[in-house]
């Protein structure tokens, strides 16, 4: 990866602008952008700066960090998007490997409770012990069903949100490795906020972020982050 790649990266965050539209952002020519792209030239120090101020980055990022996780063929459809109003019940695991274990439970509680095609989502649970993490890998992950309007019948607690708005992006295909593939497709979720200006919700009573998996033609997963309106 290098300076010209996390051009093009970033110039499709950043609204999927041409080379044309970056170059009368920059005032340069377009062959301009384009040899910046090939790395056949490089910017003076106050274009590479102007570059930062436009991508909201950092020099180090630009010029040396592997930014370029959107390229990958699983990633798609990345945008913002209003979540309505939830309602759900949620159960969290704590192991080695927890997804699996907390998904199939809500999955097996939802069946029980008389929820047919349950909405079921999840995110990292973050409340772990450097011993716990550390010492005997483990990590957490809390599950969570979506529940219809007029259920109430459960000894659960019921937890609420307000609609919110979330940047999202969608992961096609069982990714093979799903511990690269789905924690850059966070990266590029964060570089996207960032590029466009946005800022990350985090507030009490508010998801800051969630996944959704889904079959739609085949496997699929939906990852939000909370953003402010």
Known sequence: MGFGKNIQFLRKLYGKITQEE?????NVSRQTISKWELETAFPEMEKALQLCKLFSCSLDDLMQKD?????DEAYSNIRVEEVGPLRYVKYAVFSREPEEDAI???????????????????????????????VFHMHGYEAACILPEDFDKTDMEICTQKKQI????TVGESPKDAFVVIPNAYKTLQYYIEVNGMKEKREKGILSCFEREYDKDGWHMDIYIAIEP
């Open 22 to 26: 970056l170059a009368e952002k920059m």
């Open 67 to 71: 930014m370029d996780y959107y390229d």
């Open 104 to 134: 199939r439970h809500m999955q097996e509680w939802a069946v029980s409770s008389g929820i047919s095609k349950p909405q079921i989502i999840g995110w990292d649970f973050p409340y772990l012990s450097q011993e716990q993490v550390n």
């Open 166 to 169: 979330y940047a999202a992006i």
